[in-house]
């Protein structure tokens, strides 16, 4: 009975939940084999993945299809997961398969580039990126449905406006709407169409996606009642890196141009 009323709780008013969620370690544990099996398996299949993306991508929209379809049967029926497979799940809808593959795609692109492991990154950059779109749609589809018809209904009638929660949904909207054209300019059949500098330019714009990843995943945190220390930390600690990382490799990039002309 208590886990059924949990998983109502997350499923209609997973923002009105006041009480220490019993499965808060258990996400936490999931955010952190979510990381560790992405990077691992992206270094260990590089070269499949650069040779058969095609089968990667359609196991991607496989396992993303299944989430959704998860997902819909949950809202109405009593249907659960169990063990692993249930885990595997929430990796998927929770965002944390998709985030894992974006965080390898920002090292790749802040890693000094003579490095072995950022050659290995940047080799499969572009197939990492479609990697992390295809798995967050069934995250911004299905949250996105359940807010318009399950929570902005009590929203209205209760005439009270969360701004925090609204607040990290139109984020995480904004940081949707942004991936889509950096989604199909990754695709060869797309990429192909656009001048190299067009498509540079365009590129920039997933600075702006990291960031408001970033504030979305924060301002969730702190829309919970009890706040998960262990996430903040893992989330700030990575794009926190990924920036210092950044900011070193630009400036160093632009003395070694500075040197080169004078
Ligand atoms: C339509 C757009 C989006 C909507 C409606 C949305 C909604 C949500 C919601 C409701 C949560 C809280 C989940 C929970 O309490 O378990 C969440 C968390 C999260 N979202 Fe989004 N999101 C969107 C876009 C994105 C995008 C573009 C990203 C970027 C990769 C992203 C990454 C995440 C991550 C990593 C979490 C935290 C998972 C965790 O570790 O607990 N979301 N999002």
Redesign the pocket.
């Known amino acids: 009975m208590y886990l059924l009323t949990l998983q109502l709780c997350s499923i209609y008013n ?1 923002n009105d939940i006041h009480y220490q969620h019993p499965l808060i370690e258990e ?1 936490n544990i999931i ?1 952190i084999y979510s990381l560790i099996i992405v990077t691992v398996l992206a270094f260990s299949l590089t070269s499949s993945i650069k040779k058969q993306y095609r089968v990667y991508y359609s196991l991607a929209a496989l396992l993303a299809i299944l989430t959704s379809f998860y997902e819909i049967l949950r809202i109405i029926s009593n249907v659960e997961l169990h063990g692993f497979i249930s885990n595997l799940e929430k990796a998927s809808i ?3 398969i ?2 894992s593959f ?1 965080i390898l795609v920002m090292f790749a692109g802040a890693l000094g580039s003579k490095w072995g492991i950022t050659k290995k990154l940047l080799s499969i950059r572009a197939q990492l990126a479609i990697l992390g779109s295809i798995f ?1 749609l069934p ?2 589809i299905i ?2 449905a359940r ?1 318009i018809l399950l929570k902005l209904p009590n929203i209205i009638r209760q005439r009270e406006i969360p701004i925090l929660y609204l607040g990290y ?1 139109v984020v ?2 904004i ?2 709407i942004i ?1 889509i054209p950096l989604f199909l300019t990754s695709l060869n059949k797309f990429r192909s169409k656009m001048s190299g500098l067009k498509w540079k330019q365009l590129q920039r714009w997933a600075y702006g996606f990291y960031f408001l ?1 970033y504030i ?2 924060i301002l ?1 945190l702190l829309n919970k009642k009890e706040l998960d220390w262990m ?1 903040l930390i893992i989330y700030t600690a990575v794009f926190g890196s990924y920036t210092l990382l950044r900011v070193i490799k630009a400036k160093k990039i632009k003395s070694h141009k500075l040197n080169k002309a004078a």
């Open positions: 997973d996400a955010l929770q965002g944390n998709s985030i974006f967050i995250h911004g949250y996105l807010f949904l995480g909207i940081a949707f991936l990843a979305h995943i969730m996430k």
